[in-house]
């Protein structure tokens, strides 16, 4: 998947959720991952910046996403 699949919430886990059921097949690289969440940051900062909580709940999610579809 490319970044501009992955930056829709929607869109993004509308794939992911299919992949989970095993209907879709989802890989994405490292600097396509690094891309959407990198314009994700900069489109809305108030994601990117808080808490460390918020960063940890970032990096959960990445390592459930890459565990998910690997």
Request: contains cysteine.
């Given at each position: ?13 509308t ?20 891309e ?25 999610s ?9």
């Amino acid at each position: 998947m490319d970044a501009n699949v992955l930056y829709p919430q929607l869109i993004r886990d509308t794939l992911l959720s299919l992949t989970v059921e095993r209907l879709y097949h989802s890989r994405w690289s490292a600097t396509i991952h690094a891309e959407w969440t990198r314009n994700l940051a900069k489109d809305q900062p108030e994601l990117a910046a808080g808490p460390t909580r918020r960063g940890q709940q970032k990096n959960s999610s990445q390592r459930l996403r890459n565990g998910a579809c690997p």
